[in-house]
């Protein structure tokens, strides 16, 4: 990774603040071990973090060849071999057939359909010194916690939008965000929204359960780079840099008893091509061990953040995201597929006709601002965004122009008994 890609302005940082910040950045030996526990942090007995990472760490995308590939796509089961096959630099000239094959695997499995959501963000606190999130502790933005009422009305004016499905996400911070404020947010939405999803810091089995009974539908995680050591590098300060603990999130939230679990690694910060294996894998082994769950994947790339514009993804072009998303449909063809507003809008209106089957609508990643961004009234008094997005199409939009990619727009299909 280029030295320069990251750069944070620190001149509104404390005297102090700024000394440790520069120690953690030039001095690994000030960092907690990033495979060590910490107080609290609830192990399990699970062998899927050892069966990844070997498959990951052995993994040479260069040895695989055309013959390699045109195997995998003629073959009737996708194989794990096959798998890293079409992930390959040698995949890269049949993407057309890997497109049409994906295709066809989505309409078998998910017809016409094409879900859509919303993420809210009711807090952008955080205790972790992420160095390309515009979240993190040293970053100098504006930081804000909504309060129920201010939750509610958010939650109000998103579904009176439309929406029927909605995304709540906080910065990490059990001070400021604790297990029992995010319940509370689940509770409320309940009341507005059929299906429940969750995007927090990382928690224990009964803590998931606990957030289930609130109503919780399903919980995603991002495990950002699946190289433990280049993740060592990324995360400085904070409960997120203890990599096994994170790795176990989704199955915690299975064990607790939660509906469904969403995995990604965010493109760009390491070996894209063996983020995306273990990506895929990490949902492949857990399924075999949880077949009742529901999973997805996305594949995010890096963006640019408040006060470092230089993040960009390294080598995840456009084409190698379509390859990414098409492999993972031929060898997950039940699984779902999320395509975010960090994409542009040409890209998600063609991927959602090969492999996507999930896309968000009406996207803000700032704090308290949908008002603004849904009724045009001035918002003074809202937090920072997390990053900036390509496609800021509302629901109405995203709804019209998923229609007219001759598609049909789900906003919920669960029947509640």
Do not use: W
Request: with cysteine.
């Amino acid at each position: 990774m280029a030295e320069n890609l990251f750069f944070v302005d620190s001149e509104k940082l404390s005297e102090k603040a700024l000394e440790k910040k520069h120690r953690l950045e030039q001095d690994p030996s000030s960092r907690r071990d990033h495979m060590a526990y910490m107080e609290g942090m609830e192990r399990i007995d699970s062998t899927i973090r050892d069966k990844v990472i070997a498959e990951m760490n052995q993994y040479d995308y260069e040895k695989y060849t055309d013959a390699d590939v045109r195997r995998a796509l003629n073959s009737e089961r996708c194989t794990v071999e096959d798998l890293k096959a079409l992930l390959s630099p040698a995949a890269l000239p049949y993407l057309e057939q890997m497109a049409r094959k994906a295709k066809t695997e989505t309409s078998k499995h998910f017809g016409n359909t094409v879900y859509l959501f919303t993420p809210l963000y009711i807090a952008n606190y955080c205790e972790n010194y992420c160095i390309y999130c515009g979240f993190n502790c040293y970053n100098d933005i504006r930081r804000k916690k909504l309060s129920y009422e201010e939750i509610e009305k958010e939650m109000r004016v998103i579904a009176d939008s439309g929406i029927e499905e909605i995304l709540i996400l906080t910065g990490e911070s059990r001070t400021k965000s604790d297990v029992t404020y995010i319940g509370e947010a689940c509770k409320l939405a309940a009341k507005y929204f059929r299906n429940v999803g969750l995007e927090i810091y990382p928690v224990n089995t009964e803590e998931y359960r606990y957030l289930h009974e609130c109503g919780a539908d399903y919980v995603t995680v991002f495990q950002e780079t699946y190289d433990s050591d280049k993740y060592e590098t990324l995360h400085l300060l904070g409960h997120k840099r203890v990599f096994p603990y994170r790795f176990d999130a989704q199955e915690r939230a299975l064990m607790g008893g939660m509906r469904g679990v969403g995995f990604s690694a965010l493109l760009g910060l390491s070996d894209f091509r063996k983020d995306a294996l273990a990506s895929a894998l990490h949902v492949y082994y857990l399924q075999r061990k949880y077949p009742q769950a529901e999973y997805s994947l996305s594949c995010p790339r890096l963006r640019p953040i408040i006060n470092n514009d230089r993040i960009n993804p390294l080598d995840v072009h456009e084409k190698e995201l379509c390859q990414i998303l098409c492999a993972y449909r031929i060898f997950l063809p039940f699984v779902g597929i999320t395509v975010s507003s960090r994409e542009q809008k040409h890209f998600r209106d063609g991927i959602i006709k090969i492999a996507a089957t999930k896309v968000s609508a009406g996207v803000s990643t700032g704090i308290g601002d949908h008002e603004s961004k849904y009724k045009g009234e001035e918002t003074t008094d809202g937090g920072d965004e997390q990053f900036e997005i390509s496609d800021g199409r509302s629901f109405d939009e995203m709804y019209r122009d998923v229609t007219g990619e001759g598609l049909q727009p789900v906003l919920n299909d669960y029947v509640y008994v």
